[in-house]
């Protein structure tokens, strides 16, 4: 039988197999992740009315790849400087509560961890993910880290997980670097194709 060691270790290699193939991806062509595709269940979201109407702060290069600079505003209180690595770098509205940034437009239900499940029919609902991570989720996002060229950005303030943590809300393009990655992919999820859960959740 596999022990738990040898499997993480097989894990891990596969991983870092990974991270070599995708670093030497991103030298031949940067700009271009894998295609997003559309999940394969509606997921339980709402788009509330004021979503459908207004302008998209996600679209921040306009046509001729200037940066539309009216819209970081939205959410930060300045215009950060583009070459800012992490969240502690910039001044974000909200700062004691960075995800009513995204909750002011969107309105979620607790998510991810109730996929392909019928709530009705097993009672369980999502657990709550906007918490401050145990150590054992803390050691995979490290893992996570140093295999796949991304951010995982938690709150300065209390170190729990953020609406921002898995969606980059940030155009493609926009950013260099980690930053960049899993922007504009599928739901904006800093995944670009790979499994999110399996950043943090390895098994
Ligand atoms: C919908 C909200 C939103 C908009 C609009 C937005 N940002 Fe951000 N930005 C964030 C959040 C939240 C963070 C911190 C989390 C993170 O790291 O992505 C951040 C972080 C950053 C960072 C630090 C690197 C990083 O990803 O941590 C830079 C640089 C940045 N933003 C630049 C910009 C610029 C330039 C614009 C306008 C063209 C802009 N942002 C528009 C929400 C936004
Ligand atoms: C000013 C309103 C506004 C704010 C603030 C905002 N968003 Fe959005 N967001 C939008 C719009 C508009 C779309 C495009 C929706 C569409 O195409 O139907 C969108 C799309 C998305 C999507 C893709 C899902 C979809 O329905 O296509 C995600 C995920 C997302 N936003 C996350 C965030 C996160 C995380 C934040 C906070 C950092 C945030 N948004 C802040 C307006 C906003
Ligand atoms: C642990 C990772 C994680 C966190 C934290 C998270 N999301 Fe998501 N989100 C996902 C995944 C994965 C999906 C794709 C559908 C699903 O699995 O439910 C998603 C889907 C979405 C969508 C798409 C809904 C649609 O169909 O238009 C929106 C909007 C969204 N999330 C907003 C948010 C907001 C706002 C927060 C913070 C309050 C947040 N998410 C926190 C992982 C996350
Ligand atoms: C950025 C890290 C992160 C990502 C990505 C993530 N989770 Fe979690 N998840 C957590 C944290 C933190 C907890 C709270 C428990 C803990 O800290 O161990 C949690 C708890 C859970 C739980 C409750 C049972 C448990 O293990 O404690 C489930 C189920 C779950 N997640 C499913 C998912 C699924 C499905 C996905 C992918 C769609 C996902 N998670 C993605 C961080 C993450």
């Known amino acids: 039988m596999p022990t738990k060691t040898s499997i993480i270790t097989a894990l891990i290699i596969a991983g870092m197999a990974l991270a070599s193939t995708v670093a030497h991806g991103a030298e031949t062509k940067a700009a271009e992740p894998p ?108 893992l996570s880290l140093k295999e796949i060229p991304m951010i995982l950005p938690l709150d300065p303030k209390s170190g729990r997980l953020l609406c921002v943590t898995c969606h980059n809300p940030h155009e493609r393009g926009l950013l260099s670097g980690r930053p960049d990655w899993g922007a504009d992919y599928s739901m904006r999820i800093r995944s670009a194709g790979l499994d999110i859960c399996q950043y943090c959740h390895r098994k």
Request: proline share 10%.
């Open 35 to 142: 295609k997003a595709v559309a999940p394969a269940v509606p997921p339980p979201y709402e788009r509330s009315e004021a979503l459908l109407s207004i302008i998209n702060p996600h679209n921040q290069i306009g046509d001729t790849g200037e940066v539309l600079l009216g819209t970081c505003v939205v959410c930060h209180k300045d215009t950060p400087d583009v070459k800012a690595k992490s969240i502690k770098e910039v001044n974000l509205y909200y700062p004691d509560n960075p995800d009513q940034l995204c909750r002011n437009c969107h309105t979620v239900k607790k998510h991810p961890g109730s996929e392909g499940i019928s709530v009705t029919m097993s009672g369980y609902t999502a657990p709550d993910h906007l918490v401050v991570p145990s150590k054992t989720v803390i050691y995979n996002m490290k």
